[in-house]
């Protein structure tokens, strides 16, 4: 169901501490990511290319129009939560595209997060150096 006001279908994805909130509509391809040009928001090709995985997958490359906007984290759980954000709005847009997708794994969010530091350790998993003496 797109939104009433403005035709667009939307989605949510999110990786690590990042968060993005994906906006889809029928178009000429064109990525906007907080306000600026997709290319220069993800100026690695690698994660311009994670990105743009669902619309490979379904075979709608340059069909859709995106607006992202995305907050927290770095740039790969950036890319990895524009991805999830995308492929859900994708559903959205035709529940047919399931199948693919799911496939394709690009409708599992990958819940691995940072460990916390543990009190009286100097990080999640290190220990101070043991001293008999």
Same mark, same amino acid.
């Given at each position: 169901m797109p939104d009433v006001i403005t035709g667009e279908f939307l989605g949510t994805g999110r990786r690590k501490a990042a968060t993005a909130r994906v906006r889809i509509k029928p178009g000429t391809g064109q990525i906007i990511v907080n306000r600026r040009a997709f290319e220069n928001y993800f100026p690695v090709e690698s994660h311009r290319l994670i990105v743009g #995985?669902?619309? *490979?997958?379904?075979?709608? @490359?340059?069909?859709?129009?995106v607006r992202v906007n995305v907050k927290g984290g770095g740039q790969a759980g950036q890319a990895?939560? @524009?991805?999830?954000? *995308?492929?859900?709005?994708?559903l959205e847009y035709d529940a047919e595209l399931r199948p693919t997708l799911k496939a394709e794994g690009l409708l599992h969010r990958d819940a691995r997060v940072r #460990?916390?530091?543990k009190p009286g350790q100097?990080?999640?998993r290190k220990h101070f150096q043991f001293s008999k003496r």
């Open positions: #995985e669902p619309f *490979i997958a379904t075979e709608n @490359v340059e069909k859709f129009d990895d939560a @524009v991805r999830l954000g *995308i492929s859900r709005a994708l #460990e916390r530091k100097p990080g999640a």
